[in-house]
């Protein structure tokens, strides 16, 4: 991309929000399609494609890991010092579970968070471009990136799907 | 009646993180000051033994298990109207759930207390921790107090965890809407949100995963709390109800204490429109149930002692009903399982009023309970020539709980100061979407 552009349409209603960016997404060589919303919308998922989160792969392993080091830590307490008390073998099963599945949830919990903020790109301090106060609030944002031979479609889109306002920076 | 804007809910909810009345600062240096006498109690005890807090054979347990275990049943309510009810997909959670989620924070920061107030020597509290002690001892992974630890550590970071993420997104709108130093702090603590379809599409699954691992765990943790009596083989507690019983009776204490926090919150914060009839009645409709559960966890306890012909069994029960703690076992029975009952009564159901004069019933109640069967088993065991009475309480053992009650509500108190205590973004998901088809808001 010799020189890209980032411009930026701001909603005040989701309707038209929401059709500026079905008709972004038909357009073809738009790919730098980014969205801000106060609240989460399904629509605006569906529209851009997006698969299901991988971060439940963090959780299951996050659960697996958490209950094998528990099993193992337990064991391995237990063996260290073999001391019988309430008449319950060393290792004993039923006894460990109950620290295996508390484990499980820790790490699984915490895998989850870790998984959450990788993907989310979070923590980060810099001001994020195109960003506006308005977005958290009341107003939603769809930023785009674009060639700069680009823009002017991608003006006209927002403007004729009713945004009200559009903003150019130029990089 | 027009639904808000997106704009009026913001404006709304964060008002009541705008400089408090005095009334904020009479509650606040009151509530400090029983937390100096809590303290105060906890520094006398240290000092002079635990002799000072009236525990002796045979009742070595008593006043603190007892509140141990009644402030992790009060958490349990949190996370049941924050993960189960989000699972369920029932939307009048997002009203109320972020105050029930910090109660169940604060009240497990309470509840962790007690066991180190109880130890006695609260200075080798890391010694419940597994790692090698002396000669390569390790702490005992088959008894049930070393679960405990395990089961409360657990559900504390958890719901921390969950609170925070719940959380993220309000930090960005307070962080758009000040300036200065709140700006950089709430900023900081935003970690820097910016609301994006990538944010929220991983956001809302994270979310629902965490609510999904919550969900098992509060069941397990009070599970645990009941087994730490249920292993024993002391007579009253020796029995494969209890961890269902203390489960439903956690939910119970819990949404009595939702409604006492709640009800004085939207009268004092004026949040009668978010927080509306129909949300408490909500949370009364749940307490219908647990009640009737409680009623026949209850019953069922003397049915088991009476059908099983264990004359210790038998011999506790009857002690409980007509013994020398015969009122505190009334209490709990008329506060928790009877008295809720009248919630079937519309009226009732939907006064404030009655509401709130209910839910401190039943944690009078609840609390009654725990001590019933700790006081009750401990006091009247085996022998007869073993059984005493409880020697408390003292000074020091009332002491140290005001103070617990007073930290529980110090956390409330800068809660309410400092973060929005609704929701502000689950309460936009429930209204309209503004659209310009409609001739938008």
Known sequence: MKSSCRIIGHFEHADTFLNALRRLKKEEGIVGIRTFSPIPMHEVEQILGKKRSPIRFFSVFGVLFGGISAWLLASYGSLQYPLITGGKPIIAVPAFLVIVFEFMILFGALATILGLLIYIRLPKFRVESGYDSAFSVDQFGIRVRCPAACSEVVQQILQDSGADEVSHERH | ?????????????????????????????????????????????????????????????????????????????????????????????????????????????????????????????????????????WINFRSPLTWDVFAVVTYMVVSALFFFTGLVPDLAVIRDQSTGWPKKIYGFLALGWK?????????????????????????????????????????????????????????????????????????????????????????????????????????????????????????????????????????????????????????????????????????????????????????????????????????????????????????????????????ITEVKELLPQPLKSEGGK
């Open chain 2, 1 to 137: 009646m027009s639904e808000p804007s997106y704009k009026k809910v913001t404006a709304d909810l964060l008002k009541t993180m705008h400089a408090p009345r005095r009334l904020y600062y009479v509650l606040l240096a009151l509530d400090l000051l029983v937390l100096a006498i809590g303290i105060f109690s906890w520094a006398y005890q240290i000092k002079h033994g635990m002799g000072s807090s009236g525990k002796n054979n045979p009742v070595g347990w008593a006043l603190y298990i007892a509140t141990f275990v009644f402030w992790i049943g009060i958490g349990h309510s949190g996370t049941l109207i924050s993960a189960i009810l989000f699972l369920f997909r029932c939307k009048w959670r997002n009203a109320v759930f972020r105050t029930a989620e910090a109660m169940t924070l604060f009240a497990l920061t309470t509840a962790g207390f007690f066991p180190l107030i109880h130890l006695g020597r609260p200075e080798f509290f890391y010694r419940l921790f597994p790692y090698p002690q002396n000669g390569d001892l």
């Open chain 2, 195 to 423: 609301g994006t379809d990538r944010q929220w599409h991983h956001y809302t699954s994270a979310y629902f995963l965490m609510a999904a691992l919550a969900t098992p765990l509060v069941i397990s943790v009070h599970s645990i709390i009941a087994w730490d009596f249920a292993m024993s083989i002391v007579p009253g507690w020796h029995s494969t109800l209890f961890a269902p019983y203390f489960v439903t009776g956690a939910i119970h204490s819990g949404l009595a204490m939702v409604l006492t926090i709640l009800i004085p919150m939207r009268r004092i914060y004026r949040l009668e429109p978010y927080i509306t009839p129909s949300h408490l009645e909500n949370i009364a409709k749940l307490l219908i149930f647990t009640t009737l559960i409680m009623f026949y966890s209850y019953s069922t306890e003397f049915f088991m002692a009476w059908y099983s012909g264990n004359i210790f069994e038998q011999e506790i029960f009857l002690y409980r009903v007509v013994g020398d703690y015969a009122f505190v076992f009334w209490i709990m029975v008329v506060f928790n399982a009877i008295l809720p009952l009248l919630f079937i009564i519309g009226e009732i159901r939907r006064s404030p009023f009655w509401l709130f004069i209910l839910s401190i019933l039943i944690n009078i109640g609840m609390w009654s309970e725990r001590f019933v069967i700790i006081v009750t088993s401990l006091a009247h065991e085996y022998l007869p020539a073993a059984w005493g009475l409880f020697e408390g309480p003292t000074w020091v053992e009332l002491g140290i709980i005001a103070g617990s009650f007073a930290w529980f509500f110090l956390w409330f108190l800068l809660f309410v100061r400092f973060f929005p205590i609704i929701s």
